[in-house]
């Protein structure tokens, strides 16, 4: 089992940033990828962001390319997601996901979730 714990969401104007931790415990967590979802009032689950287990890879949903950042540090067993230059439709309940892969997790598979952390963008 791995324990997922978000934290960092909260209120922000837009154009603002926000950085979101995701802190595992459990199994080891140099073995997974992790990723980053969201899910919108009213709207299904999405890919957002994920790594790779040596942060060698990363992968991000193109509506937040270039203005989000995931990485990680294994000695810490967390995971970051920079946010910046957010926009009012990023606002969401924002997931961390432990997977065995990017690829895995882009396809919206993932073995654990945390319980989610909210943000919102205000215009």
């Known amino acids: 089992q791995v324990q997922l714990v978000e934290t960092g969401g909260g209120l922000v104007q837009a154009g603002g940033s926000l950085r979101l931790s995701c802190a595992a415990s459990g199994r080891t967590f140099s073995n997974y990828a992790m990723g980053w979802f969201r899910r919108a009032p009213g709207k299904d689950r999405e890919f957002v962001a994920a790594i790779s287990w040596n942060s060698g890879i990363q992968n991000y949903a193109d509506s937040v390319k270039d203005r989000f950042t995931v990485s990680r540090d294994n000695a810490k067993n967390t995971v970051y997601l920079q946010m910046n230059s957010l926009k009012p439709e990023d606002t969401a309940v924002y997931y961390c996901?432990?997977?065995?892969?990017?690829?895995?997790?882009?396809?919206?598979?993932?073995?654990?979730w945390g319980q989610g952390t909210q943000v919102t963008v205000s215009s």
């Open positions: 996901a432990a997977g065995p892969a990017v690829a895995t997790l882009r396809s919206g598979l993932a073995q654990y």
